[in-house]
């Protein structure tokens, strides 16, 4: 088992940043990896980024490449989300998952675990 908090979302102004984290208990954290996703109002849930158990391999969602950057902490058992350039269309539930892989995966079915999800809204 995996329990997933994540902390750091809010409101912040166009071309600004927020750094999300994802704190994990549970199963060891570095023999996982970890993925972030978002979900707007009436839209699915979408692949934000993702990396791998030891942090040499990340992957990102077209939509935020070169502003976002994943990283993680296995000492501290934490992951984070770093977004920089923030845009109005950022503005959605930000969820930190985790999958029973070691390597990366993006499709959310592929995620057995699940945070509560924290709101991000960027005001134009």
């Known amino acids: 088992q995996v329990q997933l908090v994540e902390s750091g979302g809010g409101l912040v102004q166009a071309g600004g940043s927020l750094r999300l984290s994802c704190a994990a208990s549970?199963?060891?954290?570095?023999?996982?990896?970890l993925g972030w996703f978002r979900q707007a109002p009436g839209k699915e849930r979408e692949f934000v980024a993702a990396i791998s158990w030891g942090g040499t391999t990340t992957r990102y969602g077209d939509s935020v490449k070169g502003r976002f950057t994943i990283s993680r902490d296995n000492a501290k058992n934490t992951a984070y989300l770093q977004m920089n350039s923030l845009k109005a269309e950022d503005t959605a539930v930000y969820y930190c998952a985790a999958p029973t892989k070691y390597y990366i995966v993006v499709a959310p079915g592929e995620y057995d675990y699940w945070g509560q999800g924290t709101q991000v809204t960027v005001s134009s």
């Open positions: 549970g199963r060891t954290f570095s023999s996982y990896s």
